[in-house]
């Protein structure tokens, strides 16, 4: 009987040591399909995942800049949560039933060799080599965007050229194509109706199809609303989690005294 029991015990140690490591896995998974269309580094100071049940939630992302530019980020994403189809993951399109994306601050960089921080993006680049080069080809029946503010930096003048755009986009979409649709759409949208263009003297007219990729369904709720199931379900997990830790210390305990 004893023996069954430290059995049980190992068995729930496993189980709970893979709800760990998940989010390692899975951020190290995300983290690569970052990668894979920005060509950029990234890292999350947060991500909790729910695989089972199709669900992400990363806090306070950050995209990095290549090694040239002199500001380390190049876009800040407060939150970042995922509500996807998880049988989509082995089929050619990946469907995310809802995508929540929170990016507070994009800040474009001209460095002093007059080189610009998004001509680095992988997806900027097929479009303006005009290739529909491989990307993983998406579905999101519901897209809440909130873009609040863009940054220009011109390290190519003297003194240093700084601008803020604030533009407070608060929208839902829909968006039906491919990964570097969606990013580009975003910049797109980003620089839409605002100076940016002017201000650097470039023209960013290659991006407006992936603009149009981004279907307007209606003017989303407040952005706390529209993530506040999410949040629910995360304080569940983490309940959860806190309660797994608990029988970990009291299991832990129990083999001390063997």
Not at 85 to 104: A, C, M, Q, V, W
Request: hydrophobic residues 45%; aromatic residues 14%; glycine residues 6%.
């Amino acid at each position: 009987m004893k023996i069954i029991f430290k059995v049980i015990i190992i068995f729930v140690l496993i189980i709970f040591f893979l709800n760990i490591t998940k989010n390692i896995f899975f951020s190290a998974l995300v983290s690569g399909a970052i990668k894979n269309t920005t060509g950029l580094g990234v890292s999350f100071e947060n991500f909790n995942s729910y695989p089972f049940l199709g669900k992400l939630d990363i806090e306070n992302a950050f995209i990095f800049n290549p090694q040239d530019f002199p500001d380390e980020v190049m876009a800040y994403f407060p939150k970042i949560s995922v509500d996807f189809n998880p049988g989509s993951i082995f089929k050619d399109k990946l469907h995310f039933r809802e995508f929540t994306i929170y990016l507070k601050e994009f800040t474009v960089v001209r460095n002093k060799n007059g080189k610009l921080n998004i001509d680095s993006i992988k997806s900027v680049k097929a479009r303006k080599a005009n290739t529909r080069a491989a990307s993983k080809k998406i579905k999101i029946d519901t897209l809440n965007l909130r873009i609040d503010k863009v940054i220009i930096k011109d390290y190519s003048k003297s003194p240093v050229l700084i601008r803020e755009f604030d533009l407070n986009i608060n929208e839902q979409e829909e968006c039906v194509n491919d990964a570097y649709s969606l990013v580009n759409g975003i910049i797109a949208k980003a620089f839409y109706n605002t100076a940016v263009g002017q201000v650097l003297g470039v023209n960013f007219d290659f991006l407006n199809n992936d603009l149009s990729s981004l279907v307007k369904k209606s003017v989303t709720l407040p952005f706390e609303i529209t993530t506040k199931g999410f949040d629910a379900t995360k304080g569940f997990f983490n309940d959860i989690s806190n309660k797994g830790k608990n029988i970990f210390t009291g299991i832990k305990n129990f083999f001390k005294k063997e």
